[in-house]
């Protein structure tokens, strides 16, 4: 077999890019008016805008530019960013490919879930990998892709689990307790005003 090597492109990004995208905009552009009205300035509040989305344009780009499928005879190999440790998972445990259009109560990305026989994963979104690359993927796998328009959060745990590498990294909760904060920053302007 020759090896299939994929790089992303940003002109074959398209709408699911876009849709992410303007949701860190938008994200982005609450946290700093909500922090204007009660904890900083409103100059400091458009400064901080401005890092925020150079930081995130920043780390969209460096997603592009880092991120690889390697397919060859053995091994599935996937690289998520220019500084991630590659991912590699052996063909012949590779067990199940599940292409999910869209996760219930969550923004309309879609997902390429691929699961080996001991519960580790790939996953695939689709703001990052065009459909084309996608399907160039499962075919190249050789396995069958299960098709999903729509599944539910807790629907996809049940069936897939979670990834052991997930529960091992406690990274992972520092990473939700931060997004715990930032929903109270964003929503203090609001409690506050419904206790007074």
């Known amino acids: 077999m020759t090896p299939l090597v994929l790089r992303p492109r940003f002109a074959s990004a398209g709408r ?12 982005s552009a609450v946290l700093c ?6 904890a900083i300035s409103w100059p400091a509040a458009a400064a901080l ?14 997603g592009l530019r880092g991120a690889t499928i390697s397919i060859d005879t053995d091994t599935l190999a996937y690289q998520s960013t220019a500084w991630a440790t590659p991912k590699v998972l052996p063909r012949a445990q590779l067990v199940r490919v599940l292409s999910i259009g869209r996760v ?9 879930v691929i699961l080996a026989s ?9 703001w990052l990998w065009s459909a084309e690359m996608l399907h160039a993927v499962g075919a190249a796998l050789g396995l069958p892709v299960e098709h999903r328009a729509t599944i539910g959060a807790l629907e996809l745990v049940r069936e897939i689990g979670v990834d052991p590498a997930y529960k091992r990294n406690p990274l992972n909760v520092v990473v939700l307790l ?18 007074l």
């Open 104 to 112: 219930r109560s969550s923004l309309p990305l879609g997902i390429m």
């Open 33 to 38: 008016v909500s922090l204007a009205t009660w």
């Open 118 to 126: 001991d519960g580790t994963r790939i996953g695939l979104a689709r």
């Open 178 to 195: 931060a997004a715990a904060a930032v929903g109270v920053l964003i929503a203090w302007p609001i409690v506050r005003a419904a206790l």
């Open 16 to 27: 699911q890019f876009w849709i992410l995208a303007s949701t860190y905009v938008v994200l």
């Open 49 to 62: 805008f401005v890092v925020l989305i150079a930081a995130l344009a920043l780390l969209a780009w460096l």
